[in-house]
């Protein structure tokens, strides 16, 4: 079965450097999504990118952070200047979804454990 | 403000069945989306209701209520595999996940 690939499962940096977090969605989806999630906590939306724009973004998602989408197939989140509050897994997730059929469900990669030194 | 409300953490024996609560208040509704995660590993996708009604799928079942705002996941025939945080989600109007805190639930022999 297909799957998102993270790359690298766990990122050590200093403080003040950046990063970063690689991913390859699915093959043939079209929608693809950063999450945080920092340990004991809930899953936070950072931003969605479809059709090579960001679609939607949270507060958390200021301009400390970036996405691309450098190729065909790759999708990075940048961040910039990291705090030791960035200290999280940061989970890429893929969809089909076309927004007039919303029951694609996001399929997660294994994520990237980020700590911040 | 939008807001997914499941309980913290519940206890249940193998063998037995158990039911997960979740209840939303959000901007718009475009389905709700129930995920398992075991400590450590990314969210599995479970099972997706948008109509009310049950959806079964094998030892799961979900249910919904748009009009009372309210899902459940039941899962029959506890296994200890089964202990994992579950994690309830809204699409909003911006089709924009909202997840809950999620619910852990640990299997007792």
């Known amino acids: 079965e297909p799957e998102v690939t993270q790359t690298p499962s766990h990122q050590v940096t200093q403080m003040g450097q950046e990063v970063i977090l690689r991913c390859v969605p699915i093959s043939n989806h079209l929608y693809f999504y950063w999450y945080r999630q920092i340990l004991g906590q809930k899953v936070e939306f950072l931003v969605s990118?479809?059709?090579?724009?960001?679609?939607?973004k949270s507060e958390i998602f200021d301009d400390q952070f970036s996405v691309e989408r450098p190729d065909g197939s790759n999708f990075t989140l940048k961040i910039r200047s990291t705090k030791l509050e960035d200290s999280a897994m940061y989970f890429c997730a893929s969809s089909a979804n076309d927004r007039g059929h919303s029951n694609q469900p996001q399929h997660f990669g294994d994520g990237t454990r980020l700590s911040i030194l | 403000g939008q807001n997914i409300d499941q309980p913290t953490e519940m206890t249940a024996t193998e063998g037995a069945i158990v039911q997960i609560n979740c209840t939303y208040q959000?901007?718009?509704?475009?389905?709700l989306f129930w995920y398992q995660q075991h400590a450590g590993e990314a969210p599995t996708f479970l099972s997706y209701?948008?109509l009310d009604g049950l959806e079964e799928k094998g030892r799961f079942s979900s249910f919904l209520s748009r009009s009372k705002g309210y899902s459940y996941l039941l899962l029959k025939e506890l296994q200890m595999k089964d202990s994992a945080s579950y994690l309830c989600a809204v699409l909003d109007s911006n089709y924009q996940l909202i997840w809950g805190a999620g619910t852990k639930l640990i299997i007792k022999p």
């Open positions: 990118f479809y059709n090579n724009e960001i679609s939607e």
């Open positions: 209701n948008v």
């Open positions: 959000t901007s718009g509704f475009n389905g």
